[in-house]
């Protein structure tokens, strides 16, 4: 037999608990604004949108979130989720280091999103909700509440931008084989997409005009939800699971990351993968280098600024400090839509105002290189978004090559690219090219950025 | 925590042998015969087709044929697949029955296909052969077989039905993200090609023609080979992985199934979940009931006929007994186009004439009736094939509640529906009808068979 490539671990392992990195943060995180008072919102503020255990771990401190069992039950369709080496990878690099990956694209969804939209629903499902409303742009979130809805028998309502809804019918397809409504955005059915669509009738939609949309229709019923697929804190801490499973893999492979390496869009993969290391190197472990890989059209973390701002367009949303290119910035339309929002996760904003975790963009053509190389080698086709952590573990191996280490890469394959052919024929055809954002735009949308009182 | 729905094999658990049914039948196959002579063919015959390891594989009574080290290496990617207990499906239902299936959809193409397909690029890539040519309808097959030849180095030529090409272009996406070469059939890179282009310019092709055009470019190289994605002894053989697998995982959940069910097309995922339970109720353990599921449109075992007929349109194959609607039958547009085929594999068909299995045809839309009660009841959306099996392990479900009776069900599920949302938009819009092929053309493909002598 060869050498070992994949690692597995037995349903009994499917993690216990979720990390939460705040129990272990050198610095507390800056508070979350009401726009209005510009003073700190309590949980009663956010009551209209998430149930309360979800608001609760948005701002507790403590280090482990138990998960219920009735979340874990259904983690089991998927879960533990394979760690594998990329022997063949490494082979065709020529490289010394050792390449891990965790590959998330085994769950229904084909991604990473089924692990907070089942928590999500749950706790929804528990406090008596019955109608979820949520936003998604190309669908990788929607479809993944879509499934979670169906399990647990709560209708979701999802939001989608009105350019995918049209032009990518397939996500759109899945989500309605799982039950959901899809209704594309801007919408008749909110007064925010009705004056949108009064000032523009052929208006595309933005994933922040959906949010828009969906946070109104929630926080006018009193059995409707909002739930959101990244950003939040606790949908960051739902992710942890997969980080808490690589461990325990990397563990078996009697092995120990130097790099780890994920994709940023929203910042909820990522920080599933890398939480959990970088919170054992808080508390005196090994601290591994931590990448965050983004498109360079949508570049928040290395071309944004660090500074309050709202979620979405109609500024609804509280404000929350992060790295943001502006609320009203649109990225240009690359094909890794998952990764196309103009703001950051708070918490991985804040790891990145604190120097432990680095940060690096690259364009979608050399992404869709990486990705191309990485299926004929290891035979997963990757999801675009994926493409950026594999471009970006690429890169490292290949640096380790040059300098002669034989360093250990992990890195986190979110998702695979069955949903996304298009993306890969336009590729194949020549036809992608590496759009930059209007410098014009961002400074614009940079400049309209509400201004914050310092705190005292 | 809840019951156990999920269980899983440790890689080593990888089966080292397949296994092959030819050792236990209680009456040997009826011989292969060469078109001209009507004689027995001999493994020179199909020498230039396949290399002699596959030929081997094809008439050896062997039980037990090791599986080579490089194929495992790569079975690892997904394999063992996991087995599930439908306990959800079963609340659903209100059946007393335990429902099991095992997931063939993890695997990198989506499907059980790569099981066959890495085995026989590794023969061909041992005896030095550089491409290979296939057929392909929607592309399942030629999608895996571009995977395999990716990882093994052998260059893949796919002739995929023009209409499937034109229509359906993402499973053509992902063969060229392998790096395989997708031609459209009829084609004017073969003789047979251009001789249907000649008569119809237009012609939307099929699978009979795709395969006579890739067996002609095959015959012509010495350095080029074919591969088949079903029918032929060595497929079947190589897809027994799937049920020696499911036979230990259900050991696990301490079950034995009463009916296994399996959606037919060419019978090779049929093959691979039924075999190693019909051989161990040969060998004198118990006798599952073994039902095969086919769509109603293309009824090769429920309205074929038992007798020698061509693989291919051109006539280029040899002749094989078993059950068929005419080499020249054209079946209507469904949805399952991996069930589009107008024979069944000799040793399904063998073991139907044997009585060792039972056959049953449901329409289209009462098959995605079933696979999204199953989607949102398991969180996975099958395939449009997979469909027919989910159909028929329901009935069974449901005859087990009329009777009342708790017998155990185990069905596979041999692939998910990610690149078949065109079809679900279809069903969900209304617009898919349950196609009739036409009577008269199957009665005129039928009375086309070749005139076999009868053996002395």
């Keep these: 037999m060869g050498d070992q490539i994949k690692y597995l671990l037995d349903e009994s392992r499917i993690p216990k608990h979720w990390y939460n990195i705040q129990a272990d943060l050198p610095k507390p995180m800056p508070p979350v604004l009401h726009p209005g008072t510009m003073k700190p919102v309590g949980p009663d503020d956010l009551a209209p949108l998430f149930?309360?255990?979800l608001i609760m771990q948005e701002v507790t401190t403590e280090r482990e979130i138990e998960i219920p069992e009735p979340v874990r039950d259904i983690y089991r369709v998927w879960r533990p989720a394979p760690l594998f080496r990329a022997r063949r990878l490494e082979q065709v690099l020529g490289t010394p280091a050792r390449i891990f990956y965790k590959y998330e694209g085994v769950s229904p969804a084909g991604s990473h999103k089924p692990n907070t939209a089942v928590a999500q629903a749950f706790y929804n499902k528990v406090a008596g909700v019955t109608r979820l409303t949520t936003e998604t742009g190309a669908g990788q979130w929607g479809s993944s509440l879509a499934f979670a809805g169906a399990l647990f028998g709560i209708d979701v309502t999802v939001f989608q931008v009105r350019v995918s809804y049209d032009q990518k019918p397939y996500r759109r397809a899945l989500m309605e084989s799982y039950g959901a409504r899809c209704i594309p955005s801007p919408s008749t059915e909110t007064e925010y997409g009705r004056a949108v669509l009064a000032k523009r009738p052929d208006h595309p939609g933005s994933l922040g005009i959906a949010i828009s949309e969906a946070v109104e229709i929630a926080a006018q019923r009193e059995d409707t939800k909002y739930a959101l697929g990244s950003v939040l804190n606790h949908v960051l801490l739902h992710q942890t699971v997969v980080g808490i499973e690589a461990m325990e893999q990397m563990q078996?492979?009697?092995?120990?990351?130097?790099v780890i390496v994920g994709c940023t869009g929203g910042g909820s993969n990522f920080a599933g993968i890398a939480f959990p290391f970088i919170g054992a190197g808080l508390r005196g472990g090994a601290k591994p280098r931590i990448v965050a890989v983004e498109p360079a059209a949508c570049p928040s973390l290395t071309r944004g600024k660090y500074a309050y701002d709202f979620g979405d367009t109609a500024h609804m949303t509280p404000l929350t400090k992060m790295h943001t290119l502006g609320s009203t910035f649109t990225p240009p339309g690359f094909h890794a839509g998952g990764l196309r929002y103009h703001g950051m996760a708070p918490l991985v904003s804040h790891l990145k105002e604190l120097d432990l975790i680095e940060a690096v963009a690259y364009h979608q053509t050399e992404c869709f290189a990486a990705g191309i190389q990485?299926?004929?080698?290891?035979?997963?086709?990757?999801?675009?978004?994926?493409?950026h952590a594999v471009k970006g573990a690429i890169e490292e191996a290949l640096r380790c090559k040059r300098e002669g280490r034989s360093e250990t890469i992990l890195f986190n394959l979110c998702g695979h690219g069955h949903f996304d052919m298009q993306a890969y024929m336009d590729y194949t055809a020549g036809k992608l090219t590496d759009q930059q954002y209007d410098e014009q735009e961002l400074a614009m949308a940079l400049s309209g950025l509400p201004s914050v009182p310092e705190p005292a």
């Excluded at 078996?252 to 130097?258: G, L, S």
């Excluded at 990485?374 to 493409?387: H, K, M």
């Design 374 to 387: 990485f299926a004929r080698a290891e035979g997963i086709l990757p999801a675009p978004e994926a493409n």
């Design 51 to 53: 149930p309360m255990a």
């Design 252 to 258: 078996m492979a009697d092995a120990y990351p130097d």
